[in-house]
């Protein structure tokens, strides 16, 4: 490592090299000169020390399904290939009855989790929801929810009214909600927000949910929706809240980075940011959350191939089987039309990368 070091030119990022080595907290500053002049290679170097520090040579994937329950949103954001309104042809919504036939396809197979997001329904709310997660959990006890964007939650809680953000939460997790995934965070500067969804809840409200949820004993994940308007102090600020919260509750199990696609939206003459860019970020995030246990490369999001790759720039959770039961992503033009993967063909690419498989359950146990 000493070689290493010596070789950097940089006074700065030397600086900041030998920081990471020693396991020393960057500043916000230092994380946005890591995005500026640090180099890929370095990058991967000081991603994989971090990495090895908190996970070894472990990567995660578990053996999930998805439940998308409907098309239809009250929002519109600027970027969401996927919602319509209620009133649009091409919107539709799946009954409970619909949902539980999803989960019964896999009575016979050994999947640990049902993961469910979708967009937020005009008229569906807490008591909807808590029906829905207690009928999944009636038929099959052991599988583990993990449901709904804190967008979501706002609106369903809010629906219902007479409860707090904490008692709603509390009523999802005795239906069995077991935790609760990273989306909705996009970009938390409330100036790119305000450009790219202004009418959704606000970064502080996502912020302020999952602290609660955290408090309830309810894990969740946190993501960022990168390449698009955004600039590079806007992602470490972005960043610099997560790790803020983490460091008070300890909540969050993974980062999630989700690169902007352009098919289907509004935004698409914004293109898209190239691979390396997004290993440059993955790196970044794994230096910079210094307290997060994982970092996720979504392959339904990312393609096979990148995530492969980004095992070397610091992320150890490539997610799960999937086995072909999300559109949201393939629908803003996702490099897998229809994500499944075997537990071989994951364990083949973890492996290939020269790292140990391993299998997880929804909170990161080994199976
Ligand atoms: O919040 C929407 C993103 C998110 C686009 O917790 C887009 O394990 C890129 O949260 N290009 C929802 N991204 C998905 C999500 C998620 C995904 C995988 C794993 C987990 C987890 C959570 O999808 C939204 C938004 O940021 N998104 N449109 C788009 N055009
Ligand atoms: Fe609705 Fe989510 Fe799409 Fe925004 S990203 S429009 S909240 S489905």
Known sequence: MKEILDNISNHDIRHIADKVVSGIRLTSAEGLLLYTDADLSLLSRLSGIVRRRINNDSVFFNKNFHIEPTNKCVYNCRFCSY????????????????????????????????????????????????????????????????????????????????????????????????????????????????????????????????????????????????????????????????????????????????????????????????????????????????NMPHIKAYWPMTGKEVAQLSLLFGTDDIDGTIEDTTRIYSMAGAGEQNPVMTTAEIKKLIGEAGFEPVERDSLYNRI
């Open 83 to 290: 919602h319509k309104p209620a009133s649009d042809p091409e919107s539709w919504e799946y009954s409970h009855n619909e949902m539980l036939e999803i989960v019964k396809r896999f009575d016979n197979k050994d999947v640990t989790e049902v993961h469910i997001v979708g967009g937020v329904h005009p008229s569906h709310d807490l008591h909807y929801y808590c029906s829905l997660i207690g009928k999944i959990k009636n038929h099959r006890p052991s599988l583990h929810v993990k449901a709904f964007s804190a967008i979501e939650l706002d609106y369903m809680i809010k629906k219902a009214g007479g409860t707090t953000v904490e008692e709603g939460l509390e009523k999802l997790k005795e239906c069995g909600l077991g935790s609760i995934p990273g989306g909705g965070a996009e970009i938390f500067d409330e100036k790119v927000r305000a450009q790219i969804c202004d009418e959704k809840t606000s970064s502080a409200v996502w912020l302020s949910i999952h602290e609660a949820a955290h408090r309830t004993g309810i894990p969740s994940n946190a993501t960022m929706l990168y390449g698009h308007i955004e600039n590079y102090a806007h992602r470490i600020d972005h960043m610099e809240r997560i790790r803020e919260l983490q460091d008070r509750t300890g909540g969050f199990n993974a980062f999630i980075p989700l690169k902007f696609k352009k098919e289907n939206n509004i935004m698409s003459y914004l293109g898209e940011v190239s691979t390396i860019e997004d290993l440059r970020n993955y790196a970044v995030a794994r230096i910079y959350l210094d």
